[in-house]
């Protein structure tokens, strides 16, 4: 009974879903002195983290709190 939750999870995460990125050459230079530099073996786990990364930061970021207030300003006439 677990090996079946096992595999149905493991569907649930399977990445069906295609993103094509296009790199100038600079870009894709930079890329490649980055992965042979830091020892990264699998490019497309990289770029995934990374851009995974920075969707959450910016989710964080913009994600209203309960206790958000405006800042004043200098310029404020109330």
Same mark, same amino acid.
């Given at each position: 009974m677990e090996k079946r939750?096992?595999?149905h999870k493991e569907d649930t995460? *399977? *990445?069906t879903n295609k993103l094509s990125l296009l790199l100038n050459d600079? !870009?894709?230079r930079a890329v490649e002195i980055y992965c042979n530099r830091y020892r990264v073996? /699998?490019?497309s786990e990289f770029v995934r983290a990374t851009v995974m $990364? &920075?969707?959450? $930061?910016r989710f964080d970021e913009e994600h209203p709190t309960l206790w &958000? !207030? /405006?800042i004043p300003t200098l310029?404020?006439?109330t």
């Amino acid at each position: 009974m677990e090996k079946r939750r096992a595999i149905h999870k493991e569907d649930t995460l *399977r *990445r069906t879903n295609k993103l094509s990125l296009l790199l100038n050459d600079r !870009e894709m230079r930079a890329v490649e002195i980055y992965c042979n530099r830091y020892r990264v073996k /699998n490019k497309s786990e990289f770029v995934r983290a990374t851009v995974m $990364k &920075e969707i959450i $930061k910016r989710f964080d970021e913009e994600h209203p709190t309960l206790w &958000e !207030e /405006n800042i004043p300003t200098l310029f404020d006439k109330t």
